[in-house]
């Protein structure tokens, strides 16, 4: 029997393993050895090896490595279903994740959307591209092109990937492939919503603030309390940001604690973490009949309470998405009454673009106008917290209406 040598006694580090050390301290074979492997999560095993040369020793030794480096210590495997895995890894990791609330809730529905489309299928079938492929043009098909991209993203980025952790995947299937989605670009305007003249945005104020709001939205003829009360909503988010020129985003984010009155005046601040440039700004009431509504609706709101509620729970944010289908509704019905087609087809984003046209036509500096709307231009990085500094913005629009706004739509 060859004469054994002492092997080095060396720690291995997490990837090593002890072949070479075990082959050097042999002459010459047969061999009937154990050698020790470390795997990436720092623990060891131990493996017995039969061979007649090192070279065959080293052959069955490699087999035995790559098995055990290569085989996940996950308990997931491609036989599981995908929907369980969405549910257990990839909605905990957005739940914990540092987005944007609004973000956050976007790639919610989005996860939500994947799991509908994907039920049924295993961890295995459901990672084929055809399938996700027809899986996001199934949800663009259902519910447009601009989420379908979302549901591409979060599947990429929370699905994809944390299989690629978990070992069942080597790769995203769908990284650098291009997928036909749908037309619709990210950040494309409705075409019929048009900028307000200043004669139409006074008649619709007009209309705002003395609006009858004891039933529901026309043509809806559900006269139960909620309905009721969306309708009583939809006017004050109205109101508000006819008054401000606030994103819709921007004012369903805001709480009482948010608002500050100040002998005859209103303000909200917009905080960093709900604004769409990530910059914190005070914007006051520029229209008076605005202010006056707001000054007497907010007495009826309660310490921590949305300024818009969801209708159905006063203290409870409304989801955008509803907020939007009934201002849609609430200026077509106004449209109608105002027998105006233009106000009909309009659409929340108008009041900033009929504020900012007022305020370019009475010469109200562009970097007041860029810091107050919460536009990405320099002087946005300024965070205004001292009402004297939109003083100018103030005055100027409240000096009366001019005929026929400037053209122009201000960026979103």
Not at 224 to 248: N, Y
Not at 357 to 364: D, K, L, T
Request: with cysteine.
């Amino acid at each position: 029997m060859a004469k054994k040598q002492q092997a080095s006694r060396a720690p291995i580090q997490p990837g090593e393993d002890t072949v070479e050390r075990v082959l050097d301290s042999r002459t010459r074979g047969p061999f009937d050895e154990f050698f020790t492997v470390k795997n990436w999560e720092g623990r060891s095993r131990r493996f017995h090896v039969r061979a007649a040369t090192k070279g065959e020793f080293r052959a069955k030794a490699k087999e035995m490595i790559d098995g055990y480096l290569n085989t996940s210590t996950s308990d997931w495997t491609k036989a599981r279903r995908i929907t369980t895995f969405i549910d257990e890894v990839s909605a905990p990791i957005v739940e914990a994740a540092r987005l944007r609330p609004n973000t956050k809730k976007r790639y919610e529905l989005a996860l939500s959307q994947l799991r509908r489309q994907l039920d049924g299928l295993t961890i295995g079938n459901a990672v084929q591209f055809r399938t996700l492929e027809r899986a996001l043009q199934d949800i663009g098909r259902d519910h447009g092109a601009e989420s379908a991209r979302q549901a591409r993203t979060v599947l990429s980025k929370y699905v994809l990937d944390q299989l690629i952790r978990e070992g069942l995947i080597e790769h995203n299937p769908l990284r650098g492939i291009s997928i036909d989605l749908g037309d619709t670009r990210k950040g494309s305007k409705p075409t019929q919503s048009h900028a307000l003249t200043d004669g139409q945005y006074d008649a619709v104020v007009d209309h705002l603030v003395e609006r009858d709001v004891s039933g529901p939205i026309p043509p809806g003829t559900d006269r139960r309390h909620t309905s009721i009360k969306k309708h009583e909503i939809t006017v004050a988010l109205a109101v508000l940001q006819a008054g401000t020129g606030l994103r819709i985003s921007e004012a369903l984010a805001l709480t009482r604690e948010d608002v500050t009155v100040t002998q005859d005046s209103l303000a909200v601040t917009v905080r960093a973490e709900h604004s769409k440039t990530h910059r914190g700004r005070t914007v006051p009431m520029l229209d008076s009949r605005c202010k006056w509504f707001w000054l007497e609706r907010v007495k009826t709101i309660g310490s921590g309470d949305p300024l818009i509620p969801a209708p159905g729970d006063k203290h409870s944010h409304w989801r955008t998405d509803n907020a939007v289908k009934a201002c849609a509704a609430l200026y077509k019905d106004i449209g109608v009454q105002l027998e105006d087609k233009a106000v009909s087809s309009m659409r929340s984003h108008a009041w900033r673009t009929v504020l900012n046209n007022r305020a370019i036509a009475r010469g109200v500096p562009a970097e007041i106008r860029s810091a107050f709307f919460g536009h990405t231009e320099a002087m946005n990085a300024r965070n205004y917290t001292d009402l004297t500094d939109v003083s100018a913005m103030q005055s100027a629009l409240e000096g009366g209406a001019l005929d026929g706004a400037l053209d122009g739509a201000l960026e979103g």
